[in-house]
């Protein structure tokens, strides 16, 4: 017999304890290079189910929200994502660490990534049936659009915008990365070049840590000077760090309640998740700004768009699986298996039947994010003194840990050749400028807009037209097309 949750269940010692700890264990996983949060729920899945239902529940949801955080610390400390979806927030940590204000980001990232979980608990208690019939109207065609917007958005990842064509390429390069393997429709290897391994395609972690994390370790072995710490003065305390955070919330409101609103609705759509809520949020906050030269050198703004959007998108994927019984992203996908594991089946229906659950898995949500906000504040001063290693010492740990990670996803060498092969590209792109990171969002969206276009093609029997004719689809051509044309017009009338 299914177990009825309550609020009261939430409450007991053994599932807060229960709460404090696997919120910590995600946060470990998440700062290490390669272990993500989609591996830690996917093993505590199968161990969950000796539990009691709301303990279960408990542990999935704090290593998921723990995870998703975790990946900042390392992002900012050492340049290394420890999750795809903090790779945005590297580039604006990594140069604040070296300016000595990795303390400073560690609790500004602790701060707004609590507050934006919570601001998408309330969406999801709020306008959850709203959106969710809004998100039903996404078909390939909006999908595939919204893959093309999130690559163009790298342009402005990067120095410049729409005219810095750099982003682009690298971006496009991506994709055509992620086409590799087999194809979704038809089952043939594409650009495998008799290589078995990569049938199974371009795994992203592998491809990540050599882009950011061994770049990043080859370049400061070969120059150590490029990665000195600046003096950052006395050491601040721990209550002006906390204070400075929620000064810069009052300072920047508008960036926070836009980055919000863009990563609980793209945690909404299915198949979407926090690593593209991250890019498109920062991309939007750098178009925003009026100091969009700062982005990419250590800019406040890009850091609490980035870890906003892609916190408040963790509550955001529980939108589509509660109502429709449809996975936001892949994490959320194995928490959908708990679920049901443990009797319930989440539907259309399932707010009106287990308003309980509902209950509960609001208020687990919020005890979850405040537990993190605490966790995170504790160990922020223990961490930043990682940067006081000296580059000989560190860097080979990083390495260390830049290999374990890429292993550890399949067990497979392949994937720490792939690794390698990556860094190596890392370290040429750096020697030439060309950006990295939209090549990571890229090889991200490359199987959405794949697979999207093609089957949209079969759907509308070969016609291109409801790309152009769907309403939905319409705008967002429109709104590329615009992205594209206004530098030249801008051009234009400087010129004239």
Not at 139 to 147: I, M, P, T
Not at 247 to 275: C, E, H, M, Q, W
Not at 326 to 339: H, R, T
Not at 388 to 402: D, E, N, R, S
């Amino acid at each position: 017999m299914t177990e009825v949750l309550n609020l009261a269940l939430l409450m007991q010692p053994k599932t807060l304890m229960f709460a404090i700890l696997a919120t910590f264990l995600g946060i470990v996983v998440g700062a290490l290079p390669g272990l993500t949060a989609t591996m830690a729920v996917s093993i505590l899945v199968s161990l969950t189910f000796g539990l009691n239902t709301a303990e279960a529940i408990v542990i999935l949801i704090s290593v998921f929200l723990g995870g998703i955080y975790g990946g900042s610390r390392s992002a900012i400390l050492l340049n290394v994502p420890g999750t795809p979806s903090s790779a945005a927030t590297a580039l604006d940590g990594w140069p604040l660490s070296k300016r000595g204000e990795g303390g400073d980001v560690g609790i500004l990232v602790t701060t707004f990534s609590s507050l934006a979980g919570i601001f998408g608990l309330i969406v999801l208690a709020l306008l959850t049936p709203v959106i969710a019939k809004f998100a039903l109207k996404f078909g390939y065609w909006e999908y595939f659009w919204l893959a093309i917007m999130g690559v163009l958005i790298s342009a402005t990842l990067t120095t410049g915008d729409m005219k810095n064509y750099k982003g682009i390429i690298t971006g496009f390069a991506g994709m055509l990365i992620a086409c590799v393997g087999l194809d979704p429709i038809h089952g043939l290897p594409r650009l495998c070049f008799g290589t078995t391994q990569l049938y199974g395609g371009i795994n992203l972690v592998p491809a990540m840590i050599g882009l950011f994390g061994l770049t990043e370790a080859f370049s400061a072995l070969m120059e150590p000077s490029s990665h000195d710490i600046l003096d950052g003065g006395p050491e601040a305390k721990l209550g002006s760090l906390v204070k400075k955070s929620f000064s810069l919330l009052k300072r920047y409101p508008i960036n926070f309640a836009r980055s919000s609103i863009i990563g609980t609705f793209i945690g909404a759509l299915p198949g979407v998740g926090p690593d593209i809520a991250s890019w498109v949020a920062y991309g939007t906050a750098k178009k925003q700004s009026k100091t969009p030269e700062e982005y990419g050198h250590g800019s406040y703004e890009g850091i609490i768009a980035s870890e906003t959007a892609n916190n408040a998108a963790t509550s955001g994927v529980f939108i589509p699986l509660l109502t429709l019984g449809i996975p936001g992203d892949a994490v959320s996908a194995i928490i959908l298996g708990g679920i049901q594991m443990h009797g319930y089946k989440p539907g259309p229906t399932f707010f009106f039947e287990n308003p309980g659950f509902v209950y509960f898995l609001a208020g687990t949500l919020f005890i979850v994010n405040v537990i993190m906000w605490i966790e995170g504040c504790a160990i922020t001063k223990v961490i930043s003194k990682i940067l006081k290693a000296p580059v000989g010492i560190l860097m080979p740990i990083v390495m260390v840990f830049c290999v374990f990670g890429a292993y550890m996803i399949n067990l497979r060498k392949f994937d720490v050749i792939l690794m390698l092969c990556f860094g190596l590209l890392g370290i040429v792109m750096r020697k030439f400028k060309l950006p990295p990171a939209p090549m990571a969002l890229g090889i991200i969206l490359g199987t959405l807009a794949d697979t999207n276009f093609r089957q949209a093609m079969l759907a509308g029997r070969y016609s291109a037209a409801p790309f152009f004719t769907r309403p939905l689809s319409l705008i967002m051509f429109l709104v590329i097309l615009t992205a594209l044309l206004s530098p030249l017009f801008k051009r234009f009338g400087k010129t004239k």
